[in-house]
């Protein structure tokens, strides 16, 4: 039975529940309307919320969520990207404002850089000559040298505000991390210079649990728009960043793997049989990259 997360009242339609959000695998088949893939395409996908995960053997997607795979990588590999690549583009690109053509020398701080969505981050931005500033732990600061970030504060040093108030102040904030960041973060940016600050940490799923979807939803909006109001009055801009999935948008992710400006960032993998045990590391926190699940032995399919 279809899921449809905003009808959970319905009966049998919430369980059970397929897990996973990134798909990389072959089309089996095709629905008499698409035009853009045939069978045997090698493809990959991050999967909305809305749909039932990508922890199973068949996964069923809209063509408009689906991109070709890059030939660069492995199912395995492209798996650990899809979802993180959606997140970080509607983020930066579509909330940002960000793009190839204007992103040039920007100052972009991403708070929690070493975690699937900031390791996207900051080849992406890397990638369109921005110059980027992380925050991430003392252990993980080689790691995300290596994609060659321009500048990294340690947060087990220490408070970071500090060392973060003495660098030159930023264009954008792409915050990973939420909880008391707000209180000082957007005092980094440039005022009056149309400075974001976009947060992916939102009470949208804590408000519609508590309250329900529509009451949810209503509280969730008159929040934003006090914190954007607020923050606007001193020359920033507020804004959320949502996962959005586009096979426009992996398109062009799918050119810039294949042109050796991102690569994916693969921490572990499990079998389907270690599913639990792969859940188990992912809530650990502390990530370098992504975890990922290969459904198969071979190379057939894979999923994160």
Known sequence: MKRDPLNISQSGSEFPLILGRDVSGVIMECGLDVKYFR??????????PWRQGSLAEFVVLSANEVSWKPKSLSHTEAAALPYVAATAWSALVNTGGLNKDNCTNKRILILGGSGGVGTFAIQLLKAWGAHVTVTCSQNAEGFVRGLRVDHVVDYTDGPVEEPLGALEKFHLILDNIGGDTERWALGLLKPWSGAKYVTL???FLQNTDLLGVADGMMQTAVTVATKALKHLAKGVHYRWGFFAPSG???????????????????????????VPQ???KVEKGHARGKTV????????????
């Open 39 to 48: 069978e045997g395409d090698e493809v990959w996908a991050a999967i909305p």
């Open 201 to 203: 940490v939102t009470p």
């Open 248 to 274: 426009t948008a992996l398109d062009e992710v799918k050119d810039l793997v294949d042109a050796g400006q991102i690569r994916a960032v693969v921490e572990e993998t499990f079998s389907f049989s270690q």
């Open 278 to 280: 792969a859940f188990s």
């Open 293 to 304: 699940v290969e459904i198969s032995k071979g190379e057939s399919d894979s999923q994160g």
